[in-house]
């Protein structure tokens, strides 16, 4: 009996090293990381296909599909980073970091979580199957469909499922803008301004990462790095067609300047910038030279005041939140440009400017506004309210 005893447990030794081979493979290393260091090849090999526009090199990686829908993009930069992998037999799934630059635009690169599925043949290579944004991951233009891209002057504009020739209308807007913009914040930006134009709103909620129903009714937002220096990637001016297509002439015009306007003061809006003037200015570069009284720009709020209704402050940030009730979003915007344009017209659009730099950098929302309300317009807070509160009852009273 003591002998068999110690051949099961031989056995056992012997079971145990088995696995051991099984399981650490090659050299050493664990069978998880031989897989990932192999898709990490494929995808090093993916990404150097993308940017040398080869076709045939891609399609060897696996689905070609993806470099069909973004061949048209003009890149600078695209490369994956495999942060893990869960491998079953021929199969694996991979998450990874892309990261990628816009030729021209992007002086940093916009990096975005993926997740990959993989198979490998008899011959162990292992191909990409698929490739979507990771969970809770916003979508890519080109996940949407094949990107089409136009130039402009001072734009450049790509859109899914839209026609070349909406799609320059989009960059004859943004190269008006973008002028108009310089010519009341100043040059110290890139004037240079990137428009994203999907198939719908459904669409354009996908790219933000939200419900459509939190930008219904809204025809364009800015993405961009709050406070972003020169090296940050450029921001995305996204476009819901289904509200901008109810838009006039004039409307569209104001809408992306507005938009461009916020790519221009990215470097100058932190924490410490209230949405009222962040808002409230970029209205203001928006109607500016456009004509536009108070009584025609600020529909909500001159009923407001008609009906003794004149706000008690200046908006409150979260009276800017999209889900919420129309009639209030649009009180809160009208309320921000009255403010900045009140400020224009007494202390002068230099000093406009320079009140939106101050409050800026004073870095912390906390005492942020009342101190540069001093430094700049040499009032306070509360006389600087009241005088709005008047110059609401003589402008849409």
């Known amino acids: 009996m003591a002998g068999h005893g110690r051949a099961r447990g031989s056995g056992v030794v012997g079971l145990a090293v088995l696995l051991l081979v099984l399981l650490v493979g090659c050299g050493g290393r664990p069978a998880t990381d031989t897989v990932k260091a192999e898709v990490q090849r494929v995808l090093d090999r993916r990404a150097a296909a993308v940017l040398a526009h080869d076709a045939a090199a ?43 630059r816009v030729e021209g635009h992007d002086r940093a690169p916009v990096t975005v979580e993926r997740t990959l599925r993989l198979t490998r043949d008899g011959a162990g290579r292992w191909s990409v199957a698929s ?38 209308t989009f960059a004859a807007l943004a190269d008006r803008a973008v002028p108009a913009v310089s010519q009341a914040w100043g040059t110290d930006w890139a004037r240079q301004v990137v428009v994203l ?17 939190s930008y219904r009714g809204i025809a364009a937002v800015t993405t961009g790095e709050t406070g972003g220096g020169p090296d940050a990637p450029a921001d995305r001016v996204i476009v819901n067609p289904d509200a901008y297509a109810m838009l006039g002439p004039v409307g569209r015009q104001v809408v992306l300047t507005h938009e461009t306007t916020h790519v221009a003061t990215r470097a100058a809006t932190d ?33 407001a005041v008609r009906e003794g209704r004149v706000p008690d402050e200046l908006p409150s940030d979260d009276d800017f939140g999209f889900a919420g009730d129309a009639a209030r979003l649009s009180r809160a915007y009208e309320g921000g440009w009255t403010a900045c344009r009140m400020i224009a017209e007494r202390w002068g659009e230099d000093r406009l400017d320079a009140f939106y730099r101050a409050v800026g950098e004073h870095r912390k929302r906390s005492g942020a506004v009342e101190e540069a309300t001093g430094s700049v317009l040499g009032t306070t807070l509360e006389d600087f309210t009241a005088d709005w509160q008047r110059y609401l009852r003589d402008e849409l009273g």
């Open 271 to 303: 924490a410490a910038t209230p949405l009222w003037l962040s808002e409230g200015y970029a209205d203001w570069v928006g109607y500016r030279g456009t004509g536009r009284t108070p009584e025609e720009a600020a529909p909500e709020l001159r009923q």
């Open 58 to 100: 891609h399609a060897a990686t696996g689905d070609p599909a993806g470099y069909t829908r973004l061949r048209a993009v003009p890149l600078a930069a695209w490369s994956y980073r495999v942060t893990a992998v869960r491998a079953g037999g021929d199969e694996a799934a991979a998450d990874a970091e892309l990261s990628y």
């Open 131 to 168: 490739e979507r944004p990771a969970p809770k991951s916003a979508q890519q233009l080109w996940d949407q469909g094949t990107v089409t891209v136009v130039r402009g002057a001072h734009s450049l504009v790509l859109g899914v499922g839209q026609s070349g020739r909406l799609l320059r």
């Open 197 to 213: 134009v999907p198939k719908s709103l459904d669409g354009m909620a996908a790219l933000l990462g939200s419900p459509a129903s």
